[in-house]
């Protein structure tokens, strides 16, 4: 299947976002408001808490637990 034919009703595009360090936070802020942006998180070699950035890091009130294949 490709992506825009498995559960979504749009065709997505995976890519990869690459900003300064001092930049990320925010950047990452202002891309999470919009309703087209999707996040995944997988940093290799790392467990939960050793991101330089985990303290940043809260659950979301908006959105669900996540369940492994969607948000429903």
């Not at 890519?15 to 925010?26: P, S, Y």
């Not at 408001?33 to 890091?57: E, M, N, T």
Request: aromatic letters at 16%.
């Amino acid at each position: 299947t490709t992506m825009g034919s498995f559960v979504r009703s749009e065709e997505m595009r995976f890519c990869q976002l690459i900003v300064e360090k001092e930049a990320a936070f925010n950047c990452v802020a202002e891309l999470g408001k919009q309703p087209y942006v999707q996040f995944k998180d997988l940093p290799k070699g790392k467990q939960h808490g050793q991101w330089s950035y985990d303290a940043h890091l809260r659950p979301s009130d908006y959105y669900p637990p996540w369940n492994g294949r969607d948000w429903r």
